[in-house]
């Protein structure tokens, strides 16, 4: 059907809201991959639904620009009062910008609480089987793979 002048003012929005209004002419495949999940992000906030569901919205992104989405993510939450649920495999990401994790793995939940609770030598190595270090940070804990040397 058509769009209704409350469907246009939300998209209107949601682009201002995430600095995308000279780029909403262009197609998508155009934009690099930071703007391209801002764009995304701005459809599903056009919709106006209180709960947000995003699967890997830093997949393909270079750090500074997976931080910029995340933090542009954050920032809805808390301005739109929205319910954030993403799904994430940079743990270190997830533990510096989640209120709640959930450690999914072969299709169970095997923790579920604060990132500090959750992103844990321990419990990473038990369901993830590699070697890595978890430094707790003022900004949330950081995850970093080591490797085991035979001396």
């Given at each position: 059907?058509r769009?209704?002048?409350h469907?246009l003012?939300s998209v209107?929005?949601a682009?201002?809201?995430l600095?995308l209004?000279g780029?909403a002419?262009?197609?998508l495949?155009?934009?690099s991959?930071g703007?391209a999940q ?10 106006e639904?209180?709960v947000?569901?995003?699967?890997e919205?830093t997949?393909?992104?270079?750090v500074?620009h997976a931080v910029?989405?995340?933090e542009v993510?954050?920032?809805l939450?808390?301005d ?5 649920v993403?799904a ?9 910008f989640?209120s709640?994790?959930?450690?999914l ?18 419990l990473?190595?038990r369901h993830?089987?590699s ?5 707790q940070?003022?900004d949330?804990?950081a995850v970093?793979p080591?490797?085991e040397?035979?001396?």
């Open positions: 059907g769009e209704g002048r469907d003012e209107e929005a682009l201002a809201r600095d209004e780029l002419r262009r197609p495949g155009t934009l991959g703007e801002r764009a995304v992000l701005a459809r599903a906030l056009a919709q639904a209180p947000l569901l995003l699967d919205p997949s393909g992104l270079d500074g910029e989405v995340l993510v954050d920032d939450r808390r739109e009062e929205l319910t954030v993403t994430v495999h940079d743990l270190t990401l997830a533990g510096r989640a709640r994790l959930v450690l793995s072969g299709g169970r939940i095997h923790a579920d609480g604060d990132p500090r609770e959750v992103l844990t030598e321990e990473l190595r993830y089987g070697s890595l270090r978890v430094v940070h003022e949330g804990p970093i080591t490797r040397c035979d001396a």
